[in-house]
């Protein structure tokens, strides 16, 4: 098999290049803010109702039919039906007494409702003896309860008016099966329908992490190798991008490698700046400039002479979108893109540390499928998401150890028209202690 590491690598080693094996890790997929949100769980209540088991259907029929379009919220994982012998606990106990033994007569932990039926269990009146179910009707958003009560008044299959209470569920979709038997237990029953609701569908990230996994290090090691190239001419930051597209039988190949260029060109040299507000060009970031360079080499496939060595047209200074040393002209210079693509589309890209936001959002317009990067940027980062106000992470690259950030999540959002999928590098340090290379914690990357 061949190397995507070209061979044109070896003629320009570094004497503080270290070994592949310091950039072995492992693949944590980020979760996506929605996930996030999730594990708070956002409550909404709705309306309950009894009803009798041989008019279920119609009484369905009735008030879907009649609230099909102003139901503001989802609620498909809530079971519609619900047996008395099913109910969560502490409704069972206020609704079907008599299903509850005496001795057990207790309020067992649940969320409290709003109804007029949270009295002792002895001081309700027991249901019918004719079989009957517990009717989910709909959010409470949807119609108001005199509305709702006139609605209710003209199905016939009522003998007489039911009564109408009200209960908390959860707003959100479960994210396991765990989940959601703890919510038929605390809520109302609920159903997990497997897959992901707030996320990439699992199977898909185990089968794109398994891709990466094998392959991941000698990316890495090119991005990181990139960004000190660049830092050692002090044109940016010590970071690193790698441009990888991968074939129908799994394997990668490297496009193009770009380091940071932010300083090149400045006024005043980098490192007569003070610490802090430098003076740098955003357009020269190190994804950015991947970004471009694949638009060049795109670009020069589609023109007659298709010459990799030089773009189709010339572009302003600050767009950093050559080859700035010879390593980057190592890999720009093959002849490694297929033809016939459209942008980033389906190419991964591997950072030396997490994008800012502008470079998060560049990702996602330029349609990218997999982005990995191995230091997450906590003040600065766009991928991350993590909860507000916490004060500790989960050490999977969801949380940093001060919490100072929510996070935008950027890669999976419900507001954007394009995702992709992400992960975070976790580094192990190598036997002699090597690892990736830092920045600063308030460096934009």
């Given at each position: 098999m061949t190397s995507s590491l070209t061979p044109k690598l070896t003629e320009h080693k570094t004497e503080d290049e270290v070994s592949q094996h310091a950039f072995h890790g492992r693949l944590v997929p980020l979760r996506t803010k929605a996930e996030i949100d999730a594990?708070?769980?956002?409550?909404?209540?709705?309306?309950?109702?009894?009803?009798p088991v041989k008019a279920a259907s119609t009484i369905l029929k009735a008030v879907d039919s009649a609230l099909r379009d102003a139901e503001p919220h989802n609620l498909h994982y809530l079971r519609r039906f619900v047996k008395p012998e099913h109910l969560p606990?502490?409704?069972?106990?206020?609704?079907?007494?008599?299903?509850?033994?005496?001795?057990?007569?207790?309020?067992?932990?649940?969320?409290?409702?709003?109804?007029?039926?949270?009295?002792?269990?002895?001081?309700?009146?027991?249901?019918?003896?004719?079989?009957?179910?517990?009717?989910?009707?709909c959010s409470t958003n949807t119609i108001a309860i005199p509305c709702l009560h006139s609605l209710i008044s003209n199905i016939t299959a009522f003998a007489d008016a039911p009564k109408i209470r009200t209960i908390s569920v959860p707003l959100h979709a479960p994210t396991s099966s765990s989940?959601?038997?703890?919510?038929?237990?605390?809520?109302?029953?609920?159903?997990?329908?497997?897959?992901?609701?707030?996320?990439?569908?699992?199977?898909?990230?185990?089968?794109?992490?398994a891709e990466i996994q094998n392959d991941g290090p000698k990316y890495m090691q090119v991005a990181t190798r990139a960004g000190k190239e660049i830092r050692a001419t002090g044109l940016g930051e010590a970071i690193g991008a790698v441009v990888v597209e991968r074939g129908a039988n799994g394997e990668g190949v490297i496009i193009c490698v770009a380091g940071d260029a932010r300083y090149r060109g400045m006024a005043v040299p980098e490192e007569q700046q003070p610490k802090a507000n430098k003076i740098s060009n955003p357009m020269a970031h190190a994804t950015l400039r991947a970004i471009a360079l694949v638009a060049n080499k795109r670009l020069a496939l589609s023109s007659p002479s298709n010459d990799t060595n030089t773009p189709s047209a010339p572009s302003p200074n600050f767009f950093a979108d050559t080859p700035l040393n010879a390593f980057?002209?190592?890999?720009?210079?093959?002849?490694?893109?297929?033809?016939?693509?459209?942008?980033?589309?389906?190419?991964?890209?591997?950072?030396?540390?997490?994008?800012?936001?502008?470079?998060?959002?560049?990702?996602?317009?330029?349609?990218?499928?997999?982005?990995?990067?191995?230091?997450?940027?906590?003040?600065?980062?766009?991928?991350?998401?993590?909860?507000?106000?916490?004060?500790?992470?989960?050490g999977d690259g969801n949380g940093g150890e001060r919490g100072f950030r929510e996070g935008y999540g950027l890669w999976w959002r419900r507001e954007l028209n394009w995702n992709v999928l992400a992960w975070q590098w976790k580094l192990e340090v190598g036997k002699d202690g090597s690892e990736g290379e830092t920045v600063g914690e308030e460096t934009y990357a």
């Open positions: 594990t708070n769980v956002r409550i909404t209540e709705v309306y309950i109702t009894t009803i606990p502490h409704l069972r106990l206020k609704w079907e007494p008599q299903l509850v033994p005496p001795a057990t007569f207790q309020y067992p932990a649940g969320p409290s409702t709003p109804d007029d039926d949270d009295r002792p269990a002895n001081s309700i009146a027991k249901p019918s003896n004719e079989p009957h179910l517990h009717f989910l009707i989940q959601a038997q703890s919510w038929s237990q605390s809520y109302w029953p609920t159903i997990y329908k497997g897959g992901n609701p707030h996320g990439p569908h699992p199977s898909l990230v185990a089968r794109a992490a980057e002209a190592a890999y720009f210079t093959l002849p490694t893109l297929a033809p016939h693509g459209y942008l980033c589309l389906n190419l991964e890209l591997y950072l030396t540390h997490e994008p800012c936001v502008m470079c998060s959002m560049a990702i996602l317009h330029s349609r990218f499928g997999r982005v990995v990067f191995a230091q997450e940027m906590e003040r600065t980062g766009g991928l991350v998401v993590k909860k507000g106000g916490e004060g500790g992470g989960d």
